[in-house]
């Protein structure tokens, strides 16, 4: 169990933690959740010894391990994949190494004798420690945690340099599931996940034995993994014994009956400090008065409630109507050297539609959005803009357009229209800037405050089709269902490429899943595109059923909705190849295993979550298709 006594922390004089007392059970899988800047990390980095408290205690049992993954870890070179991942064994491997040592010392030493009694009591001792720590068959099982992290069997053998932060934190984060520590403290571990591995790790998660205390930008993530939730809010820790889902309801139950017992106990001191001012000099009342200030001094007086931060409530300029087809490809193909990565695609996105690219990283999400936006040139075949069409492009590296001289409210308001200038605050706020932080200028900021002002910057101007890549990405979790709700009420197309399953869960009605050469369409959310797959691998469903009808939103002209590559498909970052099969298929991955459950009870016709959406309003525009 970990207990917190008073803890307190400080930085530049305000207080983080005040006087903290907490506790941990053994086996638990706790979620902080709280503002930015409110602690959540630096409660990690405490627990983890990585800093120090200004005053109280953390206390463990004796010998407990902690293993902590921090938001950035320092690059490494010099070592393979698999060999840095193993590299969590080290201790295990010293204590064989000890063993060894003292078995040929045993074996030299005389059978009697003081000196055997000492190296046979020191060998008993490092011989217990080791069979209590020892797994057999180490490599096979580093390679089972990396490969549910994403690497492929030619990957272990690279050098770690040779891959992205990202790629390096999935290996650090191998090595502390391999560990086992009893205490894992995890700071925002999806964050360069995909998908697949975010779903291997929520099982890994489940199954672990280990206190395991995290802090995640990701709601789907919090409600299938955490049992708990501990709100970190001015300086406090309150604990809810449920998922986040359930939490946001208790949290608003709680902060009500917070806010009406305070206001309870500021009408009745209002009351006797009046009592006192009337009557204070008043000498046939100065027993009463005196009453009522003794009274006033032992009240317990209740903190004000938290003003739960504001929500603010953003909407995107009225998008032009465009004609119904926005934006396609016409038998395209895109080749990076020998490396053909699509061949013969055929795609069409319409009007209106809320579209989600889908597949494991290296797929070729972000190279068919650069390939529809038209910032990556086709190899062969045509890229199809409609008519009126204005497009709006939300990269990985958007940041790199911003003007590093101006400050963050002047770059926002360079570009809003006219009717949305009373609004900039409200919109830099609801992307994490808010009091002085919006005169910062923009050269200043870090990596990730850049990437939200650029997607507040692209999100206020008007346009009637969203291509976005990550655009969740550096946001927190109010800051996600701010924009969730702005993009389900936009009239115009949308088609983005994300890793977040809440999001995926709501927004889209129709799913494109790329990778082995094809591009397959599936009416629905991320939850109908699981179900489907599953059934359609599991026989359920005859092969075509994931076509749309036509006029839904087509991929592979009107005929069809599988895009299929004759040639190797699909490359990412890394350089790999997948073969296409010619018919869409796909290999069953865990998370469709899982939703076979589902697939049987749903029919193929049900009508996807989210399909019903309102009519883009017409508005006319002379603007021309351009990103």
């Known amino acids: 169990m970990l207990t917190i006594a008073n803890l307190s922390k400080a930085y530049r004089g305000q207080r983080i933690l005040d006087g903290v007392n ?18 959540k990390s630096t409660l990690l980095k405490l627990i983890a010894g990585e800093i120090e408290a200004d005053s109280g205690e953390i206390n463990l049992p004796k010998g407990t391990t902690v293993g902590y993954l921090p938001q950035e870890v320092i690059g490494v070179s010099g070592r393979t994949v698999l060999e840095e991942a193993m590299a969590a064994f080290a201790d295990v491997h010293a204590l064989e190494a000890e063993c060894r040592r003292l078995e040929d010392a045993l074996a030299a030493a005389p059978t009697e004798g003081p000196e055997h009694d000492r190296l046979m009591a020191a060998y008993h001792d490092v011989r217990e420690r080791f069979d209590a720590e020892v797994r057999y068959d180490l490599e096979a099982e580093t390679e089972r945690v990396l490969t549910g992290l994403g690497f492929r069997p ?77 709100e970190v809010s ?15 309801t208790r949290r608003e139950e709680r902060r009500a009956q917070e806010a009406e ?70 038998h395209a193909t895109k080749r990076y050297g020998d490396l053909t990565v699509y061949d013969g695609v055929d795609l069409a ?41 204005r497009l709006a492009y939300f990269a990985q590296d958007q940041s790199a357009v911003l003007d590093g001289e101006k400050t963050v409210l002047e770059e926002l308001t360079a570009v809003a229209p006219t009717e949305l200038m009373p609004r900039v605050r409200d919109l830099l706020g609801a992307f994490l ?45 109010t800051a996600k269902e701010v924009l969730l709700e702005a993009l389900l009420e936009y009239e115009g197309t949308v088609v983005l490429v994300a890793h977040d399953r809440y999001i ?74 997948a073969r296409g099969d010619g018919a869409g298929a796909t290999r069953g991955s865990p998370a469709t295993t899982r939703a076979a459950r589902r697939a049987s009870r749903r029919s193929a016709g049900a009508r996807p979550k989210g399909s019903s959406r309102r009519s883009p309003r017409k508005r006319p525009s002379s603007r021309s298709c351009h990103g």
């Open 154 to 230: 030619d990957d272990f053998g690279r050098d770690l340099g040779t891959f992205s932060g990202g790629w390096q934190m999935r290996v650090a984060l191998a090595k502390l599931l391999l560990l086992r520590p009893r205490v894992l403290l995890l700071d925002e571990p999806t964050n360069h996940l995909d998908l697949e591995a975010r779903t291997w790790l929520e099982e890994f998660l489940a199954a672990s034995e280990s206190l395991i205390i995290l802090v995640a930008h990701d709601r789907y993530f919090l409600d299938v993994c955490v049992q708990r939730i501990t």
């Open 22 to 39: 907490w506790f941990a059970p053994d086996r638990t899988r706790i979620g902080l959740t709280g503002m930015n800047g409110a602690g």
């Open 433 to 477: 800037f808010s009091g002085d932080a919006v005169e910062k200028p923009v050269r200043v900021l870090s990596g990730g405050e850049r990437n939200r002002l650029a997607l507040a910057k692209l999100l206020i101007e008007p346009a009637n089709c969203l291509l976005l890549d990550e655009p969740t990405n550096h946001l927190d979790l």
């Open 234 to 248: 001015r300086g406090r820790l309150t604990d809810y014994d449920c998922n986040y889902t359930a939490y946001l």
């Open 504 to 577: 995926l869960d709501r927004l889209p009605a129709e799913i494109i899943e790329v990778g082995h050469g094809a591009a397959v369409r599936y009416l629905g959310n991320y939850e109908d595109y699981l179900a489907k797959k599953a059934a359609l691998e599991a026989g359920l469903l005859p092969s075509g059923a994931a076509s749309a009808p036509s006029g839904a939103g087509r991929a592979n002209g009107a005929s069809a909705s599988a895009t299929s590559a004759s040639a190797t498909a699909a490359s990412g970052p890394r350089g790999g190849t």
């Open 349 to 389: 996105i319409e009007r209106g539609r809320k579209v989600a690219l889908v597949g494991p990283n290296g797929a070729g999400k972000s190279t068919l959005l650069k390939l529809l936006v038209g910032v990556e040139p086709l190899t062969g075949g045509r890229r199809i803009c409609g008519h009126n069409v």
């Open 261 to 330: 017992a305070y206001a309870a106990q500021q009408e009745e001191i209002a009351r006797i400090e009046a009592f006192v001012r009337r009557f204070r000099y008043q000498a046939s009342k100065a027993a009463l008065v005196q009453s009522r200030v003794k009274q006033l001094e032992k009240v317990e007086r209740l903190a004000p409630p938290d003003g739960h931060e504001r929500r603010v409530k953003i909407r995107l300029p009225d998008p032009p109507r465009s004609g119904r087809i926005v934006v396609g490809l016409e």
